[in-house]
């Protein structure tokens, strides 16, 4: 697709950055732009509260679509195959068809859809930043500011994901419980790509 | 007397923080700055145990502002600052002028917070600057570093459709 005009820009939120992302994209060889975020700055800047998620931007630089956690069971970097077996196509869609995509949404929808922030919620972000910060430079001070930050800001799953990964290990005991104690609630926004769905 | 005391009063009010400021100096302390993404070291800074004080030359550095006869500007906004007098957010002590990033930030509505014992200032967003994604869902610019090392751009991929996609390792 890379003729089309399409880029796949894949951001990784890891605070240990190349270390961490590294042999991921290793193991993918990626013929997409690969990128680190060591203070999960596209999180912040796209309201995102896990990943992966995902904005669909066109050739003006306008959002048209956002999806949080679209691909939660399939993340095949390798492919570049982002996404369960129904986003793809939905992705390909939009590449060939453009403004004329049916996923394709109005400026209204896609604004509609970005997460909004409270005061505490827009707190929790430079302490997480501290927590980044002091991180490689005492551990228990980073784990002060990211708890801050996690009360500050309860349903961002990378702040807490992020923290619990570094100290506990990947889906350690406080993720499987914070994940068990939302019982059939999907901590993404449900897919949405419907046939039905509105422009 | 009274009257003065009054007067005394007022005057300090409305200049705010500038009466706490008498106990504050110029300092070669140096404190750390994290903005955006950037870790910044900042060598001068007036010694105030509640506001970030950084001389004119380093505000580009600190925050992306330019001190300009107008007052405080980052690309169209402008937040105007008498500069003839002293005021909440700019300082003249022994010929030396101070300005005030904090006091920005509030005025602002940008949340911010500090670790004191290692003089690590954390500033996060300005609301007035998000609106052209909040309100017309224009994609938030950004530069990250690949895996060279190199900075990528958004805004270079204008003109393609982006996929633009977060994962983590954890």
Known sequence: ?199 | MQRRTQMFVIAALSLGTVASMAASRASAEPVTVLYDDQVIEVERTLTDPNDLWVVPADLPRVNGFELKPEGACLEELCVPVLQDRDSDMFVTRAGQAWFNVTALARRLEQAYTADHDHRVWSFGEIPVTRTRFLRSAMAPDFALPNRDGEFVRLSDFRGKKVLLVTWASW
Do not use: C
């Open chain 1, 1 to 199: 697709m890379k003729d089309q005009n399409f880029e796949i820009i894949a951001v990784a939120e890891d605070t240990l950055g190349e270390a961490a992302a590294g042999e991921w994209y290793d193991a993918a060889n990626p013929t997409y732009t690969a990128l680190i975020d060591t203070t999960h700055r596209v999180s912040s800047l796209y309201n995102f509260v896990n990943v992966p998620s995902a904005a669909w931007i066109d050739e003006e630089g306008r959002v048209v679509r956002l999806n949080e956690g679209t691909y939660s069971q399939v993340i095949s970097l390798g492919q570049a195959s982002f996404g369960t077996d129904e986003y793809r196509p939905a992705v390909v869609d939009w590449v060939t068809n453009g403004a004329d995509s049916p996923y394709v949404w109005s400026q209204e929808q896609v604004v509609g859809k970005i997460r909004r922030r409270t005061s505490d919620e827009a707190l929790a972000e430079p302490n997480f930043k501290l927590g980044v910060y002091f991180y490689e430079r005492d551990e228990a001070l980073a784990r002060t500011y990211w708890e801050r930050a996690q009360a500050l800001s309860p349903d961002s799953w990378n702040f807490h994901r992020q923290d619990w990964n570094l100290t506990e290990g990947l889906g350690g005991p406080q993720y499987r419980a914070k994940r068990g104690a939302l019982g059939d609630k999907d901590y993404y926004a449900p897919l949405e790509l419907g046939a039905a769905e509105p422009r």
